[in-house]
């Protein structure tokens, strides 16, 4: 059974995944009008439907107004083992 984590990310961005089903998605939203671009960097642990733990990671820009972005999308998965840990910073 997989839930849906809220992200630890700066006030201009929220994010939100989960892992079932056999996969994981990472979806995030700028969410601050008025704050610059945001570059962010994920890691996330996940269980593998084999029994093994993977760390997945990687990197995104969201502009201002970006909604529902698909920054994370993979399968092989049943659970996630930690909530997705998300950190941004503006960029000028």
């Not at 996969?23 to 009008?33: E, M």
């Not at 029994?51 to 969201?62: A, N, P, R, T, Y």
């Given at each position: 059974m997989g839930y849906a984590f809220p992200a630890a990310?700066?006030?201009a961005v929220s994010c939100g995944g989960a892992a079932m089903l056999g996969?994981?998605?990472?979806?995030?939203?700028?969410?601050?009008?008025k704050a610059p671009p945001q570059f962010c960097?994920?890691?996330w642990a996940l269980h593998t439907m084999t029994?093994?733990?993977?760390?997945?990671?990687?990197?995104?820009?969201?502009p201002?107004?970006?909604?529902?972005?698909?920054v994370y999308q993979g399968s092989g998965f049943d659970s996630a083992l930690?909530?997705?840990i998300v950190i941004?910073?503006?960029?000028h």
């Open positions: 990310a700066k006030d996969g994981a998605q990472l979806n995030c939203s700028h969410v601050q009008p960097t994920f890691s029994g093994d733990q993977k760390i997945v990671e990687g990197s995104f820009s969201l201002p107004g970006a909604s529902n972005v698909q930690s909530n997705p941004c910073r503006g960029s």
